[in-house]
């Protein structure tokens, strides 16, 4: 069944790159000046030249003083994977600002072994730390009907990695939750929250979820049961509780590569040995052997990819040029992810044939042709 991508996403019909990095107008909800430079571009600009950065350092520790508690209890959740953003997150607020973090992590859909070390190597910097594992028979029914039916294995990973942070809040009575970079605003998106530190609650469900009600699921064989540790907790909960959702990039600048350097000095954090698949980086989005499906099938969906996400934030971070950025797009972002591919076809219960039909109802064709079989790109950054 080929699906409207232009209708589910609200797509523009004409593809425009952004002339200062290499997204395109495709991502969804990102917006374009009459320049032709996108949200985040323009967004990073104002970061560096006109945010006092020490005005809202001031505004964190006053936040922290407000959040912080006396008696031994948590006063702040920071959801974490083990990664270099979450790391850096929870290592500032506990040993630079003085809070009690209480770190959280989603379990992923299939750990890797090098996420699974870094874990244990931030867990072991000293931490206290909570993982949620749900059935996995579930998870993996989910993770199956999410790729046929939404072209993203990784939705209820998002569901449960959004809504975790929020029971574990509420079980604990911590009002608090400090999130790494509004992705919203760094990568391209609604930027409704870009001038403020907090997200509303309702803004999960628009920013991060496919707007799928518990009926899909349990129309197709998932019980309400299964899908509760997926769940947000109950609204009147999370308002009772005062749950406030920070982001520590409105606080302080955040560079993604900066927080490598860092997570490798104080939590034991190690790159991989080899580069992502799709990408040229090494050290991003490391501790699930599914994360490559993901990213991949945003290619398919929008025309750009991991690498397109990486350039982009490094041409932004001055790190690498747009020309730099344009060629490193050309090499790696149509890469598709082979090296958990069976594992991946063993997780999810489908056939490679099955994974060609999914991924070719996918392909909208203001962005994709087909010549000699072969399926391009109608039109790419470096074109």
């Known amino acids: 069944m080929k699906r409207d ?3 589910l996403y609200n797509l523009p019909t004409e593809i425009k790159f ?30 560096r030249n006109k945010i006092d950065w020490k005005l809202r350092e001031a505004e964190l520790v006053e936040l922290c003083d407000k959040h912080r508690k006396s008696n031994g209890e948590y006063d702040v959740i920071v959801p974490c994977s083990g990664g270099k953003d979450g790391g850096f997150v929870a290592h500032q607020l506990k040993y630079k600002y003085g809070m009690n973090p209480l770190a959280v992590t989603w379990a992923p859909l299939k750990a890797s072994a090098i996420g699974r070390k870094n874990l244990d190597a931030f867990i ?3 931490f206290n ?57 760094e990568y391209g998106g609604n930027m409704k929250n870009a001038f403020r ?13 496919s707007g799928l009600p518990p009926e899909f699921w349990t129309e197709h064989g998932v019980s309400i049961n299964d899908l ?8 009147e909960d999370i308002m009772n509780n005062k749950t406030e959702i920070h982001f520590l990039g409105y606080y302080k600048f955040w560079d993604p590569q900066e927080n490598y350097y860092y997570c490798h000095e104080h939590t034991g954090f ?4 080899e580069r992502s698949e799709g990408t040229y ?27 397109t996400s990486d350039t982009a934030h490094e041409i932004r971070d001055g790190k690498i040029t747009r020309e730099e950025g344009v060629a490193l797009v050309k090499r790696y972002d149509h890469e598709p992810p082979k090296k958990y591919y069976k594992e991946f076809l063993e997780f999810c219960s489908i056939t490679d044939e099955e994974v060609i039909e999914v991924i070719d109802s996918w392909r909208s064709d203001h962005i994709w042709k087909k010549e000699n079989d072969e399926w391009k790109l109608k039109k790419a950054v470096w074109h």
Request: proline share 6%; aromatic share 14%; glycine share 6%.
């Open 5 to 7: 991508l232009i209708k």
């Open 18 to 47: 952004c002339k200062k990095c290499t997204v395109s107008n495709q991502r969804p909800r990102i917006i374009f000046d009459e320049d032709g430079v996108c949200s985040a571009c323009n967004f990073a600009e104002y970061k």
């Open 124 to 126: 072991a910097s000293g």
């Open 129 to 185: 730390h909570i993982l949620g594992t749900p059935n996995p028979q579930v998870t993996k029914k989910l993770t199956h009907l999410s790729f046929k039916h939404l072209g993203d294995p990784f939705q209820p990973f998002i569901y449960g990695q959004t809504n975790f942070p929020m029971h574990m809040a509420v079980k604990h009575n911590v009002k608090l939750i400090m999130y790494g970079e509004n992705g919203e605003v």
């Open 197 to 209: 530190p907090t997200r509303d609650i309702e803004d999960h469900d628009s920013h991060y979820f």
């Open 228 to 235: 509760k540790p997926f769940m947000a907790p109950k609204y």
């Open 270 to 273: 190690t790159s991989n040995t």
């Open 281 to 307: 980086s090494k050290y991003a989005s490391l501790d699930d052997e599914i994360d490559g499906f993901h990213y991949y099938l945003a290619y398919i969906k929008f025309g750009i990819g991991r690498t």
